[in-house]
């Protein structure tokens, strides 16, 4: 995850849950992250506990120019890529677990 420490963009998370927030926490990356990107509803408008950082859903226009992503949901990668690319989203996705790579959307 050298990546995000040696960069100074913002990054999005992908995934807004309690296993997220845990990554966040042990991975030390909540000051790269500028929102978590969730499907629930119920989390969209809400904030992570910990760092408050705000959760918006895949339409939001953050996630179109943003142009780095995180997914911290790590186990739903295939999923969320394909939302990101749904959405407009364009550049750089890490998926951190189980193996860090990294992935191009253009």
């Not at 990554?23 to 119920?42: G, H, P, R, W």
């Amino acid at each position: 995850l050298r990546i995000l420490n040696e960069t100074n963009e913002n990054w999005l998370g992908i995934g807004a849950s309690i296993s997220t927030s845990y990554l966040i926490n042990e991975f030390e990356i909540a000051q790269k992250i500028s929102y978590l990107v969730d499907d629930d509803e119920i989390k969209q408008g809400k904030h992570s506990p910990l760092y408050a950082l705000e959760v918006i859903p895949f339409n939001h226009e953050r996630v179109k120019r943003e142009g780095n992503a995180i997914i911290l949901a790590w186990q739903h990668s295939n999923v969320l890529i394909n939302r990101l690319k749904a959405s407009d989203f364009k550049g750089k996705v890490l998926i951190p677990l189980p193996e860090p790579h990294l992935l191009i959307i253009e």
